[in-house]
């Protein structure tokens, strides 16, 4: 593989900070969290103390104050080479935390940065509905202003990941009084009185990636939780799903290298006909054209990253960086589960576990098929 030049010794230096961190704490307790169907809090708390939470969020509140997106990629590496997702560290760091420090009040950063930063407010995102899906023009979910100091928030909102442990919660809403089909962004503080937070939905992998419903009766918002600009919401969500899609892209990819690492020492160490498996040439075949696709993807997945880094990175590009390496990761971990033969599908192996992650990644940040829309606008056709 070509040398990445994207990091510098600080950001290798933090690598090994998470990669020992994740060792230490994710990997250990991963089976029993897939049991319970929830991670615990200690974990979030653990990665509070170790700095991992808020690498960009100024120091007065408890974070890094280096702004850098770079060092939201290593963390992001590092979870999906260790075969997981959860607990959802850049939902939490990266997309809600990129709202709160960007739109956030004074008065709004003093009273959740402390606690987003030392991992005690775990915080999520309500965007997608129950009809909706991809399409968040088309929400329900309704903000109405009640009085001069609150909004009355009705609706529902579907896969709201670490719902059963959320102390913030971002929820995109209609606001009828900003203007037809616009919408502003609220942040509830749970519990509440009217909040429905539902069972967690049965997946078929990431089981201990909670993934709740919630349902608004009724529930008084403090206006003082406004997020940004009443109506703005719409924009909002368009400036920072770019960001999104390329926290699934890198770690997409991320996972994508290390299946393929394992897979190739298995290669070489599984005999089959009197020789390593991966000496036949059809399995070589297989092995360099992954392998190659890895490093095609591994080359642009940077330059977007430095990109974003830079303020620059279009959704276009954030798009083409979501779809290509989603789709690579699915294809290259199904070819891999193939070559492990039986030990691949056990549920406790790194290629087994990816097997299951693999196919959502295309699904939530907007699906493959929002992707190829976004990109084919913007052709000159």
């Known amino acids: 593989m070509m040398p990445r030049e994207v990091f510098t010794d600080d950001h290798r230096a933090f690598r090994e900070v998470v990669r020992e961190f994740v060792a230490r704490e994710v990997t250990p307790n991963l ?4 049991k319970a169907g929830v991670v615990d809090r200690e974990v979030w708390l653990a990665a509070g103390r170790q700095g991992l939470l808020a690498p960009e969020i100024d120091v007065e509140y408890g974070g890094g104050g280096v702004r850098d997106y770079r060092y939201h990629v290593v963390r992001g590496e590092e979870m999906a080479r260790a075969g997981t997702l959860s607990p959802a560290f850049n939902l939490h760091s990266e997309i809600v935390g990129g709202y709160l420090d960007d739109l956030g009040t004074p008065e709004q950063k003093g009273r959740w940065l402390p606690g987003f930063c030392a991992g005690e407010l775990i915080a999520t995102i309500a ?18 202003r009640e009085g001069e100091d609150h909004y009355r928030l009705r609706g529902s909102k579907a896969f709201v990941t670490h719902g059963l442990l959320a102390g913030l919660v971002l929820v995109a809403a209609l606001d009828p009084a900003a203007g037809p089909r616009s919408a502003s962004l609220l942040v509830l503080e749970p519990p509440l009185p009217g ?16 993934t709740v419903p919630m349902t608004f009766d009724d529930v008084l918002v403090p206006r003082a939780n406004l997020l940004g600009e ?8 368009m400036r920072y799903l770019p960001r999104e899609r390329l926290s699934v892209a890198v770690a997409s990819l991320a996972l994508a290298e290390q299946v393929l690492a394992e897979t190739l020492r298995y290669c070489g160490l599984r005999s089959a006909f009197g020789r390593p498996i991966g000496r036949f040439q059809h399995n070589r075949f297989q092995l360099a054209e992954m392998a190659t696709a890895i490093q095609v993807a591994r080359v642009f997945t940077d330059r977007c990253v430095v990109e974003h880094d ?25 070819r891999c589960l193939q070559l492990h033969g039986g030990y691949g599908y056990a549920a406790d192996s790194l290629v087994g576990r990816a097997y299951v992650q693999a196919r959502v990644q295309g699904i939530y940040g907007g699906t493959t098929e929002i992707m190829k829309e976004i990109i084919g606008q913007s052709l000159p056709l």
């Open 230 to 237: 009443a109506g703005a919401g719409f924009r909002y969500l």
């Open 195 to 210: 909040l429905t937070v539902g069972e967690p939905l049965a997946k078929i992998g990431l089981h201990s990636l909670d």
């Open 310 to 334: 830079r303020g620059e990175l279009t959704p276009e590009q954030a798009a083409m960086a979501k779809w290509w390496n989603t789709d690579l990761c699915a294809d290259v971990v199904n």
């Open 127 to 144: 965007i997608t509905e129950p009809d909706t899906g991809s399409d968040i023009a088309a929400i329900r979910t309704t903000a109405h």
């Open 31 to 34: 089976p029993k969290w897939e």
